[in-house]
């Protein structure tokens, strides 16, 4: 149990360009999802924290307008990276969590690299 | 602001031996949770243990174990009976138990190395 899964494993686009990267609880209903960036041989940075149905809460230093999170349902949240450009370059990881469990579970994570 | 440090970017460690991962962190909080990550080359983070500051029974989990000294601040990872699977990056990780507050603080990592 306690799974989640992320959306691709692996994408390439061009700079300019918008991509979307999913992340689904696939056996429970994630309340809370959040968004971690990863630098090569470096530790997570939380980018944002969203809850189902609500706005997301962005970690300072983190643009908005840039990293568009969307938690439509219990199930589903997206990271859209828009305009994308190399500097955007990274690997990114969601966790979730639902009520009454005090720990997350993580997604495999996205390697995104922008040419 | 919590923070977590964790000191030692890399350890190495004969197969079989034991290995002590540093971890100390910082709060003004007295209820939290404290937790052990595994990041293989797969970068799949994978819950080692977890330990609930309220409980001064430090948690096991088959060859892994806790050292938590509330005090003091510190929270050391030992792994017993080290095997060639255990290499990988090993990530601190602190979370408040504050009602509504649920996101993680991770330390720098330590990159463990398994020799055979």
């Known amino acids: 149990g306690a799974v989640v899964s992320q959306h691709p494993s692996w994408v390439i686009c061009k700079s300019g360009t918008s991509v979307k990267i999913e992340c689904r609880s696939l056996?429970?209903?994630?309340?809370?999802m959040f968004w971690y960036r990863q630098f090569p041989k470096q530790s997570l940075m939380l980018m944002a924290t969203s809850n189902e149905g609500s706005k997301a809460t962005y970690e300072q230093g983190v643009e908005k307008d840039k990293f568009l999170i969307n938690h439509a349902s219990l199930t589903l949240s997206t990271l859209t990276v828009t305009s994308a450009h190399p500097e955007d370059s990274s690997f990114y990881i969601c966790?979730?969590?639902?009520?009454?469990?005090?720990?997350?579970?993580f997604g495999q994570g996205t390697r995104l690299t922008v040419v | 602001a919590q923070t977590v440090t964790q000191s030692q970017p890399e350890m190495s460690v004969q197969e079989a031996e034991t290995v002590t991962l540093s971890c100390t962190y910082d709060t003004s909080e007295s209820d939290y949770y404290l937790f052990w990550y595994k990041q293989p080359p797969s970068r799949q983070m994978i819950l080692v243990i977890r330990?609930?500051?309220?409980?001064?029974q430090n948690a096991t989990e088959n060859r892994f174990s806790v050292n938590f000294q509330k005090a003091a601040k510190s929270f050391s990872l030992k792994i017993s009976d080290s095997q060639l699977g255990d290499a990988a990056m090993y990530f601190c990780?602190?979370?408040?138990?504050?009602?509504?507050?649920?996101?993680?603080?991770f330390g720098t990592g330590t990159r463990l190395k398994v020799l055979a």
């Open positions: 330990q609930e500051a309220y409980k001064q």
């Open positions: 990780a602190y979370r408040s138990a504050t009602s509504g507050t649920y996101k993680y603080i």
């Open positions: 966790s979730a969590r639902t009520g009454g469990v005090f720990e997350a579970f």
């Open positions: 056996d429970f209903q994630a309340t809370t």
